[in-house]
């Protein structure tokens, strides 16, 4: 399942992060903001319990979260830009590390760390990365975390190409996808095209 994002608020705020002139504490600031907004999509399905409480007013049954706490799972690096708006919205949430890195001749994944909590297949897993380009990063990760045990996960990245997601969805059609965009295309070095360049080296500042 595809999913994208079209709320006012979340392509005002894509449409700055496009523009080459957003400084980097710009950019830095609006992933997390738009992080947020792409945490509602998803967790809307969360399962949910009713317990007894006590307004100034008078006792009721509330709706509150049920099941063990959520796990974010950045992809190193760019997605620790996603992961502090998310813990903004769940600060109790865990944290699970992939460091993945593309290679520049091949353009597939390598990893080079993975932490995660150990029950992981009673927690909801979100992956975080801001751009889904040809998805090879993606694929290993959430190749990494159902070894690690993961069964119930969402992928949520900032920007989408079509083959990325055809990629994807080939390899993990459990995994639904949520976005706030899909771009054009991959140009021949693996970006994604309007996109808005190198995530990592945006939010980082190091190009």
Do not use: W
């Amino acid at each position: 399942m595809l999913t994208v994002i079209d709320h006012p608020l979340v392509q005002h705020k894509l449409t700055i992060m496009r523009d080459k002139e957003t400084s980097t504490a710009g950019f830095r600031q609006l992933l997390r903001e738009i992080a947020m907004l792409l945490c509602y999509e998803a967790t809307r399905d969360l399962d949910v319990e009713l317990v007894d409480i006590e307004t100034p007013l008078m006792p009721m049954k509330a709706p509150r979260l049920s099941g063990k706490k959520l796990v974010f799972a950045p992809i190193l690096r760019a997605g620790e830009g996603l992961l502090d708006g998310m813990l903004d919205l769940v600060p109790s949430a865990r944290v699970a590390h992939i460091g993945l890195y593309r290679d520049p001749h091949t353009l597939s994944a390598v990893e080079y760390y993975f932490k995660s909590p150990e029950d992981m297949g009673e927690r909801r897993v979100i992956v975080l990365d801001p751009m889904l380009a040809t998805a090879n990063s993606a694929i290993a990760a959430v190749d990494r975390l159902k070894e690690a045990g993961a069964t119930d996960m969402r992928f949520v990245c900032l920007l989408a190409a079509p083959e990325g997601v055809d990629n994807f969805v080939g390899h993990h059609p459990d995994v639904p996808i949520v976005t706030a965009a899909i771009d054009e295309k991959l140009n021949e070095k693996g970006y994604i095209v309007p996109g808005l360049g190198d995530a990592g080296d945006r939010m980082f500042g190091t190009k």
